[in-house]
């Protein structure tokens, strides 16, 4: 993206918590274990249809009913640390994360 997420989405709509780095590194390491490769490199699966440079790659995970990318965020914030349950709605999510995160600097 080439400006802040707070600036791509209305700002209402975008919960932020602080991480340290080591919280950092727990999220890099579970989102680098979700991509699927092919010789090593991300496997690609659409690239610049979206807004900004955006890239779609496989993931190593499958989406059903309990596993909706809502679990999956849920999941990466508790890689990173935070006391979050999984959940199928994205408000509640958002909702879990402003009351368990740190605030941002």
């Not at 390491?29 to 490769?37: E, I, K, S, T």
């Not at 596993?67 to 909702?95: F, I, M, S």
């Amino acid at each position: 993206f080439d400006a802040p997420p707070a600036q791509l989405m209305r700002a209402e709509a975008a919960p932020m918590a602080g991480v340290s780095r080591q919280q950092a590194a727990g999220l890099a390491r579970f989102l680098d274990a979700a991509v699927a490769r092919e010789g090593g490199a991300p496997r690609v699966v659409s690239a610049g249809h979206h807004p900004g440079r955006s890239y779609f790659v496989r993931s190593t995970g499958a989406f059903h009913l309990f596993n909706t990318c809502n679990h999956w965020a849920a999941r990466a914030l508790q890689a990173a640390g935070l006391p979050v349950r999984e959940t199928l709605t994205a408000g509640a999510l958002a909702d879990a994360l402003e009351s368990a995160g740190a605030p941002c600097p």
